[in-house]
């Protein structure tokens, strides 16, 4: 075949036409990222939950405030008879509706382990980068803060962590506005806005770690390598070269790191309100449902199952997506 | 320009006693057990205009001399004086309009680019730190400098996985270039291409100085490469500098047995030809520990005793000619 001899001349930059645009790293990763279908039907089932908990007040059943202890523990696909409204899921010990409440509960747990990832990245990034190039003296410093708290036992620390900042607020005085974007984000009341904003705190504290010593790992190769000594040679200042060099290039693992601290939080912060040390009834949060469900195991056999196979479901898609964006992510594997 | 012109020139780079030891840490404390003695006290100075050839073994300090120099791993002692101006000494400000003028070509082509930035965008990378912010003039000089290296200006929106070898080290010139240096310091630019490239990326380097006077320090392990571009040539051996004359003197009559034992291994291209090789015996000795007296003795034919316990002085023996070694100054002396 004539075509067949001259095909793999064009994939080399020289040859290949002018106008032809370069496929560039995010469309790399994203094709690569498709190949991996658990990772894509978990991308899909997030997004999904994501957006119907965004869209609460609108998909939801029911009001969220709505109760009636006449129709406690009713079966799937129950009818309210005063307004026609069905019991998709069936309801709780004060027959409210599980669905209404796994939607709003969803928006409470999901931006718990949003912000954490998120701040514990963030401040995990900056303490490694910082770490890894100036190494030194301060280094060292860090490192040795970074040992004493990943030293520490996460779930005991969080509960008594927890349980005195919430009891007293005066012990954490947050500004008004902070619990009040909580209140408005989240759609609760400012004694929950504000236990929510405690046990994000609290788990950034503690989340930090990983990142920060992977992200100094990194840092410590790529700052060797030749173009960051160009750079350099260039008279590039060390903020600009951590900037533009050094961060774009430990970005991938970074990024894996943010998915499995989002899994991490999440269970985190499930397990503290399934607990009662996060946020409270009759504020509704996956973990307190999952209390609620195991309290009254006899009478709704089925009630664990509707709370837990979401929790389940989540804290797989989240590791499913970060093995996925590992592999599209890994640049050995360049196909 | 012809060699004895450039000999005229005023001296443009002056390096006086350099010193880089790098300390080996170890036990509890991380205290200093041993230095790798990877330059030790060498000096010499590269004129306006010229190319210095530095060569010699992996491991004799050729690119840390390069990096030292240009102030990108601090020195242990010593002087570098560039335009008459202390290197070590200067400011931050001033060490940054200094860098403006001079630059580095990396060894390997495949790590010396940002595999995460288009290349356009690493070569006027120089001007935005030197305050030139318009993306538009930028782009014209990014696109003049591809184009002074032999690319296109559509290369400029291209990431660096997309271009071979040869074509990365070009980029690496026009990166070094676009600020108009006065001075590069090639760190081995041909070591990693192809034979066929090689000729290819040095000619680039002659048009280019010849076309911005640029004055080159050349680090190579290859003696044909350095015969081909420089107009003096330096070689080191173990942290020391051995021998240091123009090109021609070197190659048609070396004073040195080192820098002869080098010359006797470069290959010809001709099969016919049979000739009196200088094999070395046994292997270069660790920077850690350098061999008392000269350095070179425990692997020269020509020692004597003198060589176990003296070191020689890098003296120039002829005009224009220095060596470190007894036994070519008492050659010279006696009129050989």
């Given at each position: ?335 | ?183 590069i310091v090639c760190d081995e630019p041909v070591s990693a291409l192809d034979v066929s490239i090689q000729s290819q ?5 002659k048009d280019l100085q010849g076309e911005f006077g640029l004055t080159y320090l050349f680090i190579a392990h290859n ?114």
């Amino acid at each position: 075949m004539a075509s067949s001899t001259v095909q793999p001349r064009a994939s080399r930059a020289s040859d290949a036409r002018p106008n032809m645009k370069t496929e560039s790293q995010t469309a790399l990763v994203w094709r690569r990222f498709r190949k991996h279908r658990l990772a894509v039907i978990s991308m899909v089932l997030l997004t999904l939950i994501f957006l119907l908990s965004l869209f609460a007040p609108l998909v939801a059943p029911f009001k969220i405030d709505h109760l009636d202890p006449t129709y406690k523990f009713v079966p799937f696909m129950t009818v309210y008879k005063p307004t026609g409204q069905v019991y998709i899921f069936g309801s709780d010990q004060l027959g409210r509706d599980l669905l209404t409440r796994l939607l709003y509960g969803a928006r409470v747990t999901l931006s718990v382990a949003v912000l954490v990832a998120s701040l514990s990245c963030a401040v995990g990034a900056l303490i490694g980068a910082v770490a890894g190039y100036y190494r030194g003296i301060i280094d060292t410093a860090l490192m040795r803060v970074l040992d004493f708290t990943s030293g520490i036992p996460d779930l005991p620390v969080l509960l008594i962590l927890a349980s005195i900042l919430l009891t007293d607020p005066k012990l954490l005085p947050l500004p008004d506005f902070v619990t009040r974007i909580f209140e408005a984000l989240l759609l609760v009341r400012e004694r929950e806005a504000r236990s929510v904003v405690v046990i994000v705190l609290v788990l950034t504290i503690l989340g930090w770690t990983g990142v920060a010593r992977l992200t100094r790992g990194m840092v410590l190769a790529v700052r060797e390598a030749d173009y960051v000594t160009a750079s350099r040679s260039l008279g590039m200042g060390d903020t600009s070269l951590i900037l533009r060099h050094i961060m774009p290039n430990v970005l991938a693992p970074i990024i894996v790191a943010f998915t499995q601290s989002l899994a991490g939080a999440f269970a985190a912060e499930t397990a503290l309100s399934f607990l009662g040390f996060g946020v409270q009834e009759p504020a509704a949060t996956w973990g307190n449902m999952m209390s609620i469900a195991q309290n009254n195991i006899f009478e709704n056999r089925v009630m664990p199952l509707v709370v837990g196979l979401p929790i389940l479901i989540c804290s797989l898609a989240f590791n499913f997506i970060g093995d996925g964006l590992r592999d599209a992510l890994d640049p050995r594997l360049k196909m | 320009m012809s060699t004895n012109a450039k000999n005229t020139n005023p001296e443009l780079l002056e390096v006086t006693n350099l010193v880089k030891y790098f300390p080996i840490k170890g036990g509890l404390l991380q205290r200093t057990v041993a230095q790798v003695k990877a330059v030790d006290d060498i000096s010499f100075s590269v004129k306006q205009g010229e190319t210095l050839g530095l060569v010699g073994e992996s491991g004799c300090g050729k690119t840390t001399i390069g990096r030292t120099v240009l102030r990108l791993t601090p020195a242990t002692r010593g002087s570098v004086r560039f335009q008459g101006k202390d290197v070590f000494k200067a400011s931050v400000s001033e060490m940054k309009a200094m860098r403006k003028d001079m630059q580095i070509i990396f060894q390997d082509p495949y790590s010396s680019l940002d595999p995460r930035m288009p290349v356009g965008e690493s070569i006027g990378e120089g001007l935005l730190v030197h305050g030139m912010s318009d993306t538009k003039k930028r782009n014209e000089i990014v696109i003049e400098m591809l184009r002074k290296v032999g690319l296109e200006d559509y290369h400029a929106r291209r990431y660096p996985h997309e271009f071979s070898g040869g074509q990365r080290q070009r980029i690496g010139i026009a990166r070094a270039l676009a600020l108009r240096p006065k001075f590069i310091v090639c760190d081995e630019p041909v070591s990693a291409l192809d034979v066929s490239i090689q000729s290819q990326v040095l000619n680039i380097l002659k048009d280019l100085q010849g076309e911005f006077g640029l004055t080159y320090l050349f680090i190579a392990h290859n003696l044909s490469v350095v015969e081909h571009i420089s107009d003096r040539v330096g070689v080191m051996y173990l942290g020391k500098m051995v021998e240091l004359t123009d090109r021609e003197s070197l190659f048609r009559d070396p004073l040195h047995p080192y820098t002869k034992a080098l010359l006797s291994a470069i290959p010809i291209p001709d099969p016919t030809v049979k000739r009196e090789r200088m094999i070395l015996q046994g292997e270069i000795p660790s920077p850690v520990n350098p061999p008392k007296g000269c350095r070179f003795h425990p692997r020269c034919p020509f020692a004597v005793d003198r060589c176990k316990v003296e070191e020689p002085q890098f003296k120039e023996l002829r005009p224009g000619h220095f060596a470190a070694c007894h036994v070519a100054e008492d050659q010279v002396a006696a009129g050989k």
